[in-house]
């Protein structure tokens, strides 16, 4: 399987920005739809957005939609996470995932994962 390594995580101000980078080796980058997903204190793995596997085609959650935006480089073989106007409620573990084929937007539906990177934001 395609591994995923997530970076550029941190501490930020509410309001600021931070690009989330996801490095792919392994396996052939161009072939897999890739996602993002974060998980808060306590809670289960929430869906941040997706991105088709030439970059034509993006979803996001509502809750990110407007203030986040992702996007690829199939030559680099990295998905990115470009993420402002930041709330408190955004700080989670960030995940990146990879996923063969579209079957939906669960943590099922992507077979392969980041080891997470921590996203912080204070009020």
């Known amino acids: 399987q395609v591994q995923l390594v997530e970076s550029g995580g941190g501490l930020v101000q509410a309001g600021g920005s931070l690009r989330l980078s996801c490095a792919a080796s392994?396996?052939?980058?161009?072939?897999?739809?890739m996602g993002w997903f974060r998980q808060a204190p306590g809670k289960e793995h929430e869906f941040i957005a997706a991105?088709?596997?030439?970059?034509?085609?993006?979803y996001y959650t509502g809750s990110v939609k407007g203030r986040f935006t992702i996007s690829r480089d199939n030559v680099k073989n990295t998905v990115y996470l470009q993420m402002n106007s930041l709330k408190p409620e955004d700080t989670a573990v960030y995940y990146c995932?990879?996923?063969?084929?579209?079957?939906?937007?669960?943590?099922?539906?992507?077979?392969?994962w980041g080891q997470g990177t921590q996203v912080t934001v204070s009020s």
């Open positions: 991105i088709s596997l030439r970059g034509r085609n993006t």
């Open positions: 995932a990879a996923a063969t084929r579209y079957t939906g937007t669960r943590t099922a539906d992507f077979g392969s």
């Open positions: 392994g396996g052939t980058f161009s072939t897999y739809i």
